[in-house]
């Protein structure tokens, strides 16, 4: 048998694997006398939650429960997410939130204060959220996983130079070596020149801890499908670290550029400081676009992906034979936006990496750049 021929094989196979998966499930929703919602199944899959979920729906779902870690007037609460059912039951008087305060854990107040059971629906209780919740969140575990990972990863190649230093690479020194060389001589180095090596293990870290988690998202099993890098909040510390590098990194030049900014003429300077007021804005507006174009991208990805799911669901609650008609169309563009992720996972490394470099060069300052463009010539 030929490769081309194992290839197509194989990819026939994937195929109809997916088509019976997801043609089982829309007869599963068609029996189903709830109307779907994509809505909140999307939502669902793209927001934290407090466990891990595996397969299934409702009480028939497979959930790995998570620690829930929580300190309620100054004594800590610490019990597993499971103890709540589901969001459907309470664990003495601590219960998940609704309304205003749903995908939080609140605490059941009068008569419910150390209650534990099942929650009648539509009941009226008196709550609070709690304030100090430092709970191991699906997020959470997979920021641990990711990071287990990565040391495993590296601390391998760096055994391996260690002790074969002079071997052709082979394995994961092989697949990393070139990536690491790329980022070195396209990326670090152009943007801080002879500062490179004392800035390249944090970029180097920040590239790699942004793929290796854009690729875990995308595997619909556990240990993947953790939605890490499109949670603001993660992004958002990944985008704080690089404002901290670039400010205490930065030079006196780099400030001077900032408050008296050179090739502009001096009535936006005085008696109204336009430019100056402009460029410490941007200074701020810098990390926020990192911030918001890493989290923007790897969340649409994901909504767009369920999106092309949840079709099936939708024209099968309409009549089951267009739902199997779709089922094809829907897999295939959703295969197609898989593929896509994958682009997009190396992109947004590599555009955070990229830039992160280019605002601490910027930082550096204008004198040591040009004596970084000497040494680079010379």
Request: proline content about 5%; glycine content about 8%.
């Amino acid at each position: 048998m030929s490769y081309k021929s194992f290839e197509r094989r194989l990819a026939a196979i994937f195929c109809t694997l997916i088509l019976l998966f997801a043609c089982q499930n829309l007869s599963a929703a068609t029996e189903e006398t709830e109307k779907f919602d994509a809505g909140p199944f999307i939502i669902e899959h793209v927001i934290d939650s407090y466990g891990w979920h595996i397969c299934g729906d409702g009480d028939k779902s497979v959930t790995i429960p998570l620690p829930i870690i929580l300190f309620d007037e100054g004594h800590p609460v610490v019990f597993m997410s499971s103890k709540l059912h589901h969001g459907e039951a309470a664990y003495n008087g601590y219960a998940m939130g609704w309304g205003d305060n749903k995908g939080s854990i609140v605490k059941l107040d009068g008569d419910y204060a150390d209650y534990t059971g099942h929650l009648e629906e539509g009941e009226m209780y008196e709550n609070h959220v709690c304030k100090w919740d430092i709970s191991i969140t699906k997020n959470v575990c997979a920021l641990f996983i990711s990071l287990i990972l990565i040391i495993c990863i590296f601390l391998s190649v760096a055994k391996r130079y260690k002790e074969h230093p002079n071997e052709v690479p082979s394995g994961l020194q092989a697949l990393l070596e070139p990536v690491i060389v790329f980022l070195q001589d396209e990326v670090i180095t152009p943007s801080l020149g002879r500062n490179s090596n004392k800035y390249a293990p944090y970029l180097l870290t920040l590239f790699f801890f942004i793929f290796l988690n854009n690729m875990l998202g995308i595997i619909p099993i556990f240990p993947g499908g953790a939605n890490l890098t499109g949670n603001i909040a993660v992004t958002g510390v990944l985008a704080v670290i690089t404002f901290f590098v670039t400010t205490f990194s930065s030079g006196k030049e780099y400030w001077k550029d900032i408050f008296n900014t050179p090739g502009v003429p001096w009535w936006l300077k005085i008696p109204l400081p336009l430019m100056p007021l402009v460029e410490v804005i941007g200074i701020f507006t810098k990390p926020f676009v990192l911030m918001v174009r890493l989290f923007a991208n790897i969340t649409a990805g994901h909504i767009i992906t369920l999106a092309f799911v949840s079709l099936v669901f939708i024209f099968g609650q309409m009549n089951p034979a267009i739902g199997w008609a779709v089922s094809p169309v829907s897999i295939f563009f959703y295969i197609f936006m898989g593929l896509m992720e994958l682009l997009v996972a190396f992109i947004q490394a590599f555009v955070f990496t990229l830039l992160s470099a280019m605002y601490i060069g910027m930082a550096i300052g204008e004198e040591e750049h040009e004596e970084e463009a000497a040494v680079v010539e010379a």
